[in-house]
């Protein structure tokens, strides 16, 4: 799978024209440009865009991408900030891993939700969003040139990994791909705070953090 295939059914140079990616990449330049991307609907209910936050790209060896900012993240302006923030955080230590050291992204840069009362409940983005905002990935990824990078849950295994992909099957396997030299996946975050009770919570928890583990030791050993 290379940095610029898709499943979508959009050629890239099709997104890349919808997207305002600026000529000259930077963090600054791109978190800027993101904020007048038009290339879906998503934009007229989002407070703002939502681009990746982490070290300068020379020092960071890992990626992290999930699917999307959720209600928090989309009101702060970074992503995992919120509730499945939180639970990532406490996987990142349990495994050995500083959150600092690592640059956190999602798929799509804007939150999708629909209206419940005063609240907005997040909804999982189709595969149009995902390929309008490819080209804002796909940038990150020049930017970043992670050695390691880890999916968090379906979405963005899908989008970078292919249709085929699937969490119960293949989390924690290392993944044949040119994204980086080591790429794997895992569940989202949001998956362990759904389970149903405590103990259910902890046994998903272990497991992330056992997936997170493995990149820790691989990073370790490159």
């Known amino acids: 799978m290379t940095l610029f295939d898709n499943d979508a059914g959009v050629p890239h140079d099709e997104q890349s024209a919808r997207a305002p990616i600026p000529d000259r990449l930077s963090f600054k330049a791109l978190r800027e440009a993101a904020q007048g991307c038009r290339a879906c609907e998503l934009w007229e209910g989002a407070t703002q ?10 020092k960071a060896r890992l990626m992290l991408v999930g699917e999307q900012p ?12 919120g509730p499945a ?9 349990r495994a050995g891993i500083a959150r600092g050291d690592a640059y956190i992204t999602n798929v799509v840069k804007h939150f999708r939700y ?6 907005r409940i997040h909804q999982t983005p189709e595969r149009a969003h995902v390929a309008a905002c490819r080209p804002w990935l796909n940038a990150e990824l020049k930017l970043v040139k992670p050695e390691a990078l880890v999916c968090l849950g379906a979405t963005a ?3 970078l990994l292919g249709s085929q992909v699937r969490i119960g099957h293949d989390r924690g396997r ?3 791909s040119d994204l980086a030299r080591h790429v794997t996946l895992t569940t989202h975050p949001s998956a362990i705070l759904r389970q149903r009770d405590d103990a259910e919570r902890a046994e998903a928890m272990d497991a992330f953090v056992e997936d997170l583990t493995q990149v ?3 990073l370790a050993r490159n």
């Not at 865009?49 to 020379?58: F, I, L, R, W």
């Open 216 to 218: 820790a030791r691989w």
């Open 85 to 93: 923030g939180r639970v990532l955080d406490q996987g990142l230590e």
């Open 157 to 159: 295994a899908q989008a």
């Open 174 to 176: 290392p993944m044949d």
């Open 70 to 81: 959720g209600d928090r993240e989309d009101v702060e302006g970074l992503p995992f900030v």
């Open 114 to 119: 629909k209206l419940r009362g005063k609240r």
């Open 49 to 58: 865009a939502v681009v990746g936050t982490g070290p300068s790209p020379s």
